[in-house]
C-alpha cells in the first residue's frame, strides 16, 4: 500500500489523481478504468475539501492499495473532518428533470454507479471512504 498526505484543499485535487494514477500504471491498469478512477477521484477528494474541516482546514490521506486476482484497485480516503457518510444520502431521482431535482447527491450517486464497492466508516477520529474498482 502506499499513501499520500496533504492538505485537503481543492487544489490538491490534481496532485491525489496524478499520485493514483502513477500507482494504477505501474500496475498495468487500462486507461478505461483509470478514467472512471479519476472521476471518482474528483468528486471524492473535493467533497473532503469543500466540507470535511469547514470552516477551517485540515490534511486528507489517500491510500493505494493494488489487488491481483482479480485486479483492482482500492483507493481509500481518510480524513479527521467532521463525521459524515456520503453513502446515507439517498440517491437522486435521476428519472426527474434536472431542474426538478434537488441540488446535491448526484456525484456520489454517480461513484456508486462506476465503482464495484464503495463504503464509509468513522473509525478512531477518521471518516474512511473506500473505492474498489476491478480491472
Known amino acids: 500500500m502506499r499513501e499520500l498526505t496533504v492538505p ?4 490538491n485535487v490534481e496532485t491525489v489523481t496524478d499520485f ?4 494504477l500504471e505501474e500496475a498495468g491498469c ?9 472521476v471518482a477521484i474528483d468528486e471524492l477528494f473535493s467533497n473532503i475539501a469543500h466540507y470535511a474541516y469547514d470552516p477551517g482546514s485540515g490534511m486528507a490521506t489517500v491510500q493505494v492499495d493494488l489487488e491481483e486476482d482479480p485486479p483492482a484497485a482500492i483507493v481509500t480516503f ?4 467532521r463525521p459524515y457518510n ?7 431521482d435521476v ?4 431542474r426538478d431535482r434537488p441540488t446535491g447527491g ?9 465503482m464495484d464497492d464503495v463504503s464509509y466508516e468513522y ?7 473506500r473505492i474498489r474498482k476491478k480491472y
Do not use: C, H, W
Open 8 to 11: 485537503a484543499t481543492i487544489n
Open 20 to 23: 493514483v494514477n502513477g500507482q
Open 30 to 38: 487500462p486507461v478505461k478504468t483509470q478514467m472512471q478512477l479519476d
Open 78 to 81: 481518510l480524513d479527521q473532518g
Open 86 to 92: 456520503p453513502l446515507a444520502k439517498e440517491d437522486p
Open 95 to 98: 428519472s426527474l428533470a434536472a
Open 106 to 114: 448526484l456525484g456520489i450517486f454517480l461513484v456508486k454507479r462506476i
Open 123 to 129: 473509525r478512531e477520529g477518521y471518516n474512511v471512504l
